[in-house]
């Protein structure tokens, strides 16, 4: 039996790398025909590779995934995102799956074994039990679908910290920091990462206990021990749980006049 081939197109080398890595673990058979690094390319590398299946990042320069898969006939396609707003567009686009950022091994087996099965099963578009079977286990993994946008407001986060994938309850963060395009995520005992913009996550934290306090941080005010003003004026504050002392800038320091 000829080895299933695929593609990956992510705009971030980093998690593209990550992604093909441990795909070698959890399907060494596979061959990566190739990696795109955004929709442009992945059009253009999908057609001159025909792979059998594509894993593909949703926001990506050029056009998105979703755009990618529009044109698509005879691939077996895969979303990996940091984004789970776009779950229901992905199954439309005929899915087989659609996996958060970062992707732990067990969750990765999962899809391999999914597309394993469309490989060998007779090829067909989902109907409309699949999209909404698929929303279901989405549900059932990460709570993807079952509600607006921000009409809950965020409990977990699955972090990834060196090579794995922590799942930390929103209340034992002290503080969020921006991290260029990702946010930095601080516990009692250590640090990690995830790959969405202090902005995206600041509407989805409850705004009583998580105040901005700076261009570049969010605090947790359960976390908060002390906070001093300097004699120009400047506004700091000391955390219980960790020994570094954050920066108020001038623009939030109006929250701790009755601190």
């Known amino acids: 039996m000829k080895a299933a ?6 705009d971030e080398p980093r998690l593209a790398r990550y ?13 990566i025909a190739g990696v795109a690094a955004n929709g442009p390319e992945a059009r253009a590398l999908i057609a001159a590779e025909a792979p059998d299946i594509a894993f593909l990042d949703i926001r990506m320069p050029g056009f998105s995934g979703l755009d990618v898969a529009r044109d698509l006939a005879g691939v077996h396609v895969v979303f990996v995102t940091a984004h789970d707003e776009y779950a229901l567009a992905a199954f439309d686009r005929a899915a087989v799956d659609y996996l958060l950022k970062p ?11 999914r597309l394993q099965d469309r490989l060998t099963a007779t090829p067909r578009m989902p109907a409309t039990g699949d999209v909404a ?3 279901a286990l989405l549900r059932a993994h990460f ?24 799942l930390i309850a929103v209340d034992d963060v002290c503080y969020f920091e921006a991290n260029d395009k990702y ?32 261009r570049g941080t969010i605090v947790n005010v359960a976390h908060v021990a002390t906070t001093t ?23 939030y320091a109006h ?3 009755q601190m």
């Open 103 to 113: 992707v732990g091994d067990e969750r990765l087996a999962e899809a391999v074994r």
């Open 183 to 214: 946010t930095s995520v601080f516990t009692a005992d250590g640090e990690a990462l995830i790959r969405t913009s202090l902005r995206e996550l600041a509407a989805q934290l409850d705004g009583e206990r998580f105040w901005q306090i700076h």
């Open 133 to 135: 079977q698929a929303l």
């Open 143 to 166: 709570g993807v679908g079952s509600s607006p946008p921000g009409a809950e407001r965020l409990a977990w986060i699955r972090a990834a910290a060196g090579s794995q994938v922590r």
């Open 255 to 257: 929250l701790f006049r």
């Open 229 to 251: 003003r300097d004699l120009a004026g400047r506004v700091s504050v000391r955390l219980k749980t960790r020994p570094e002392t954050l920066a108020v800038s001038r623009a």
């Open 19 to 31: 992604l093909r890595e441990r795909l070698a673990v959890v399907w060494p058979e596979l061959v």
């Open 5 to 10: 081939t695929a593609v990956i197109a992510d």
